[in-house]
Structures are given as C-alpha cells and as structure tokens.
C-alpha cells in the first residue's frame, strides 16, 4: 500500500488521542492520528514523524500522522493500513495457494472478520491485528487493553467446524526478533490466544517493509506464546 504527498515533520504534542500537534517546515500544524492507541514509547516530543497531506476542502486537518522514526526504526503507526497490506498480500502474493478468492470484512454468524478466502476446496477466516510496540527487538500486542481483540480471538475459535481460521499479527516494522503476547499489559489476551491456538486457530506474524510513503507485508516473523 502506498501513501501520497508525504511530508517530514517533527512531534510535538499529543492533546488527545486523536490529533498531535507537529512541525511542518517550521510550522506548527495539527494533524490527524491514524491510531488510537496510547502509542507513548512511539510518540516522543522531538521525534521525526511522517504524514499524509489532504487537500480535502472538507477535512478540519490537512494531515495524517501515518509514520515515526523510532531511533533507527521506522516504524507505521496507521491502523487502517495492516488489512489495506494484507489484501494486497493475500491476492497479490497468495500465500494460501491460488486458486483463492478474497472477501473483506465478511459476516459469520453474528461477528464479522477482517477477510474471508475462499477455494474450491478450503475455506479460511482471518483476523489482522496491527501490532507497533517493540522493546529491543521484541514486538508485543496489545500496547493497551483490548476487549475487542479477546472477543475476535474467542470468536475465530466458533467457526472452526468447516472452516479454517487464521490471526494475522502484522508487524509495522521489520528486522525484529520474535512476537509475544503483552502478558504485562493485558494477561487474558495472551490467555485467549494461547486457547485458541490449542484449539485450532493458526497464529501468523509477519514483519512489514516500511518506507516514508509505503507498507507492504514482509517476512514470517517467530511467535511465542506464554510468559
């Protein structure tokens, strides 16, 4: 997936978790976060971020933080763009075979999941979480408590009569080590992936190639469940 217009910047300030105060060629500027998420270790005052710019006459910001340099890191803090690089990837790539064809945001009984494949022969659920916390090398999901993301987990785990079923952690950065759980964070996350996993659910996690204006999936990257 490709961002255009892209602009450097430098953060300064984040009033809520909606908008952030930046730099912009030496003006102050307030942009839209495309991340909800608390993001601290990521949104430090002075650091090189990254944003998309709109001309969109109906928009109250004309930008989207969308990357931040972490260090050396680059990592993209969008939660919008995990599903755009993973349905690029799965018709693009066709990690599963060919032969599939791909549904976004399908219904199942009552949930619905992030993309439906479907073969002659194979039929797959999948669920994507973007995960953008890292400590020295270590990438971990949630940064944050997340109810909904145990409900996604228990709610793979229904339809696997019939159906495969696949949680997605991409990964949006590269050259990391390995992917846990945040046990610390949120235990009944871990906990519920760790059920789901014995019970058939696939847990898939691949790095992303990151560029100032670009994402796309990457590498196959190790998981290891429990603390």
């Not at 890191?73 to 032969?99: C, H, T, Y």
């Not at 791909?102 to 039929?123: A, I, M």
Request: overall charge neutral; proline content about 4%; charged content about 30%.
């Amino acid at each position: 997936m490709r961002y255009d217009n892209i602009h450097k910047g430098k953060f300064l300030s984040r009033p809520n978790r909606f908008i952030a105060n930046v730099e912009i060629d030496g003006k102050a500027e307030v942009c839209h976060v495309k991340n909800t998420g608390r993001c601290k270790e990521l949104l430090v005052e002075g650091c090189t971020v990254w944003l998309e710019h709109s001309d969109s006459e109906s928009r109250k910001t004309a930008f989207d933080l969308v990357a931040v340099e972490k260090g050396d890191r680059l990592i993209n803090m969008d939660s919008q763009a995990p599903n755009k690089a993973v349905g690029e990837w799965l018709r693009e790539k066709m990690p599963f075979g060919e032969g599939f064809s791909v549904y976004p945001e399908k219904k199942y009984g009552n949930s619905r999941f992030d993309f439906y494949l479907e073969s002659q022969d194979r039929k797959i659920f999948m669920e994507v979480k973007g995960c953008t916390l890292e400590k020295d090398g270590v990438v971990l999901f949630p940064d944050a408590p997340t109810l909904r993301g145990v409900k996604h987990i228990e709610e793979l785990s229904h339809c696997l009569d019939g159906y495969e079923s696949y949680i997605m952690i991409l990964v949006q950065m590269s050259d990391v080590k390995y992917f846990t759980p945040n046990y610390d964070t949120h235990p009944e996350f871990g906990e519920a992936l760790e059920k789901a996993s014995r019970k058939g659910v696939k847990i898939l996690c691949y790095d992303c190639n990151v560029t100032h204006d670009s994402m796309t999936v990457g590498k196959p990257v190790k998981v290891k469940l429990g603390r």
